[in-house]
């Protein structure tokens, strides 16, 4: 069923909003639109950047050298995620897992950029991993688990 096909139910009779009945019903000459101003007029508008009275942006940030942008500050890591490693069949039981590896691999692009480990579902590959920037919960506690079930 389609929006043009549905019909009215039977017995509804309902009839639409009667504008311009003047100003007392609230529904009057200038019912749903500005009564003055640019906005009333053809063509009139606001332009995309104005913030109805609040102090705009250009005049919120600093204008003072040696302002640091919150995306400079933040450390961004390339992911590698845990299954992958499991899945692909270059990687070996018992391996070395650093950087150089990583980039041989094709994980990531460059040695100096920092790389986070994240999990998703089981993982059972026993990997050694060395100069790895940081890991997240989850894939601790799976490499962990791993490395408990040889002994």
Same mark, same amino acid.
């Given at each position: 069923?389609?929006?043009h096909?549905?019909?009215?139910?039977?017995?509804?009779?309902?009839?639409?909003k009667?504008l311009g009945?003047?100003n007392?019903?609230?529904k009057?000459?200038y019912c749903?639109?500005?009564?003055?101003?640019?906005?009333a007029?053809?063509g009139?508008g606001m332009?995309?950047?104005?913030?109805?009275?609040? $102090?705009?942006? @250009?005049?919120?940030?600093?204008?003072?050298r040696?302002?640091?942008?919150?995306?400079k500050?933040?450390?961004?890591? $390339?992911?590698?995620?845990?299954w992958?490693?499991? +899945?692909? +069949?270059?990687?070996? +039981?018992?391996? $070395?897992?650093n950087k150089?590896?990583?980039?041989?691999?094709?994980?990531?692009?460059? @040695?100096?950029?920092?790389?986070?480990?994240?999990?998703?579902?089981?993982?059972?590959?026993?990997?050694?991993?060395?100069?790895?920037?940081?890991?997240s919960?989850k894939?601790?506690?799976l490499?962990?688990?791993?490395w408990?079930?040889?002994k």
């Amino acid at each position: 069923m389609l929006l043009h096909q549905i019909k009215k139910s039977k017995g509804y009779n309902k009839s639409g909003k009667r504008l311009g009945r003047g100003n007392a019903s609230g529904k009057g000459n200038y019912c749903g639109r500005w009564i003055k101003w640019q906005l009333a007029r053809s063509g009139g508008g606001m332009p995309a950047w104005f913030e109805w009275g609040q $102090t705009p942006l @250009t005049q919120r940030l600093p204008k003072l050298r040696g302002f640091k942008r919150f995306y400079k500050l933040v450390k961004r890591y $390339t992911p590698v995620n845990l299954w992958k490693l499991q +899945e692909d +069949e270059r990687v070996e +039981e018992w391996m $070395t897992i650093n950087k150089e590896v990583l980039k041989q691999l094709g994980y990531i692009k460059k @040695t100096n950029e920092l790389v986070k480990i994240l999990a998703k579902w089981e993982f059972s590959k026993k990997l050694v991993f060395e100069n790895i920037d940081a890991f997240s919960e989850k894939a601790k506690l799976l490499i962990e688990k791993a490395w408990w079930e040889i002994k």
